[in-house]
Structures are given as C-alpha cells and as structure tokens.
C-alpha cells in the first residue's frame, strides 16, 4: 500500500464548484474519513482519486505516482485503487467466488494464481464457506463483505469506499464497522472512507477532513475536531452544542485565555496565538452542568429523550435567542419551561477565520 497526496485539487461541473483548492496528504496505511453535508464534494473527490473524473487543477500523487494533472491522467485501470460502492453492484448470476473472482479473469489471471487470490480475499472478509451461494442468498453484511474482497482480489494499492455501509440498518452497520476495523489492521490498507454518518466516521478514522462546499474545513483527529473545531462550520456540523458570542479580554498560559460569555467571566481554551477582541465560543452538552449556584440563569425550552438521557435545551437570559444544550439522566431533567442555572467548565473560543 501507499500513501495519497492531493495539491490544489480543483473540479468544476459547469458553474458548480464541487472540489475546490483540495490539498490533502493520506500517509500510508492511514484510515482517512470524508465527512461532510450532502453536495459538498465527497463523491467527486473520491472519483477523482480512483480516476473516474479528470481534475481541471492541481496535481494527484499515489505514493510517488503522478496520477493526476491537467495534462496527465493515468486510467482507473492502471491505478490499482479499490474501490466499493454504497450499492454492493454484484453481478447477480455469479456465485459469491465468481463475483470476487471476476476482476481477475479480467486481466486474464487464470489457475492456481486466480484460486489463491480468491480464497485468500474471501478469507480476509470472513467468507470462506459461502463460495458457491448467490448474492440473493446473502444479507446484507455479507453482499458487503463480498464487494470488499472483490475490491481486495486486485492488491489495491489503496482502498476507496464511498457510504459502504448506508444501506445497511443499524445494527448490522454497527458489525460492519467492527469488520471495516479489523479489516484495516489485517491488511494495513491506506482508506479513503466517505460517510456522512460522524459517529461512524469518528469510531472508524484516525483522521476526519471534514469537506464544505467543495473545499476543506477542517482535517484533524476525532478528538481534535470535536475539543478544538478551527471554524463555525466545523463547530455546528461536528457534535452537539452550542456557538455562543463571546470577549476574549486577555491570553492566559496553557491555551487558555479569560473570556466573557453570556455576561460572565471565565476561563476558556484557545488556540495559541488567539487575539483579544470579539470571539465566538463553542459550548459542548459536558462542558455545562447544572447547579442551584450557576452563574448563567435560563430556562428550558426544550427536551429530547434520548434512552435513559434526555438532551435539554436552554435559553439563556442573557441571549434568550440562544440554545444552550446539556445532556442530564432522566430525573434530573428539569421540566419544560423551569427556570433553572448553569455552570460553565470549560469551552472553546473559535479561532477567526
Ligand atoms: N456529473 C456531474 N455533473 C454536474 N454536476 C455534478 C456532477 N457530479 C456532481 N455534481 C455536483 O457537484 C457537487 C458535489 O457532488 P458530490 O456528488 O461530490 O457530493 P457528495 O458530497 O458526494 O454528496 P452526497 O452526500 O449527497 O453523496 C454537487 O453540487 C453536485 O450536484
Ligand atoms: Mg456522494
């Protein structure tokens, strides 16, 4: 396997803009997540990689291989990328080793190479048993699974997968995502894996490029694109909270700075380099908790079971147009309409644009 570089990745369709200034580094064996709201280019950006659409500008590497450019387009076929759809796309007639097999017979590999090839796929997928079965026998999982070792026959150099798991229902998305796990330990693949699912992609990735109207918002870890999102579009679409106005007064040490938010003072996280001056804050459901001493008064204007957790939203009296969420068990969710306070523990100033 390789790595992938992308530098100034620009597609337009007519007047749509739908990949635009794209500069993206996938290392090698990475499991990379696009997550992004419908339209924003993350079908687009994939076909580019797999060579399915030329790119207007900018360059595509696979590991050293120049790829893409304007002048130059290595075809799909000579890209060694694998690639699975939302739909499985198996052909019907063929028994579960003719469809793993079939991108083999296509480039002529007959005999013992072809069946060790085929077995060694279906192993790596957790068929092995099911050789002969239809894919009208399957669930499922298993058409998936079956796409994935058709996809793994060829010795991609990198893996593709756009929404391989959409149609599946929950709780089969929820093994699938165990075996896409396993199956990138196993084989150290390097994944490029579109979803607009964020949990998915959070449990799955080791990093998120979060896309927005064909460009990049933001590429990070789980865990740093949720604690410190670097624009408001990332703040809103990543988790649930709340972006709130804010001051930033003064720099503290340790990424943190003393900021005022909805009339009161606190300490907040910052990026190094943050400049006093008007700010926006986003404010997480845990970075809030209630308490009879909370220096922010509000009242709660809606609530949302959620299983044994109700998701309460408040409207603060200092901004009664915003809506602060915090998450509480059942019986301590306060009633609809209750005046109630809360505490502030923590909370991240987004950096300017
Ligand atoms: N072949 C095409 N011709 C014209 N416009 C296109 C074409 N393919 C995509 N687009 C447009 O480019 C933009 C990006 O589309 P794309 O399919 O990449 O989005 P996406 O992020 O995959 O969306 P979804 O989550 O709905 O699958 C959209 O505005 C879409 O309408
Ligand atoms: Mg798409």
Redesign the pocket.
């Known amino acids: 396997m390789v790595g992938l570089t992308l530098t100034s990745v620009s597609k337009r ?2 007047e ?1 803009r ?1 990949v635009e200034a794209v500069d993206l580094s996938v290392a090698d064996g990475e499991f990379l997540a696009v997550l ?10 994939l076909r580019l990689i797999a060579g399915f659409e030329r790119l207007d500008q900018g360059t595509i590497h696979l590991g050293d291989l120049l790829a893409s450019a304007p002048e130059r387009h290595l075809p799909t076929e000579d890209r060694r990328i694998g690639i699975v759809f939302q739909s499985y796309a198996l052909w019907p007639h063929m028994t579960v080793a003719g469809n793993v097999g079939y991108p083999l017979r296509v480039q002529k590999v007959r005999g013992s190479d072809y069946d060790r090839r085929v077995a060694a796929a279906l192993q790596t997928v957790g068929l092995t048993g099911l050789e002969e079965r239809r894919p009208a026998e399957l669930s499922g999982g298993q058409r998936q699974r079956v796409a994935l070792a058709r996809c793994m026959v060829m010795e991609p150099r990198i893996v593709l997968l756009d ?1 391989p798991l959409a149609n599946l229902d929950v709780h089969l998305r929820a093994a699938m995502e165990d075996e896409f796990a396993e199956f990138h330990a196993n084989t150290g693949a390097t994944m490029v894996y ?1 979803t ?1 699912d964020q949990a998915e992609a959070m449990t799955l990735a080791d990093r998120i490029a979060v ?1 927005d109207g ?1 460009r990049l918002a933001q590429v990070a870890q789980p865990r740093d694109l949720y604690r410190k999102p670097e624009n408001d579009m990332v703040a809103g679409f990543i988790g649930q909270g709340a972006i709130v106005p804010g001051h930033v007064s003064s720099l503290l040490r340790d990424g943190r700075c003393a900021a005022t938010v909805l009339g009161r003072d606190f300490v907040l996280r910052c990026a190094p380099g943050q400049q006093p001056g008007a700010v926006r804050v986003c404010l997480r459901p845990e970075d809030l908790s209630l308490a009879p001493e909370g220096s922010i008064p509000g009242r709660a204007v809606r609530l949302t079971y959620k299983g044994g957790v109700t998701a309460v939203d408040i409207a603060p009296e200092a901004d009664p147009e915003a809506r602060l969420q915090l998450t509480l068990l059942d019986k301590r969710a306060p009633a609809k309409g209750e005046a109630v306070r809360l505490t502030l523990q923590d909370g991240w100033v987004i950096p300017a644009a």
């Open positions: 369709f007519g749509t739908a992004g709201p419908s339209g924003c280019g993350k079908t687009t950006l929404e579109i607009h896309m064909g």
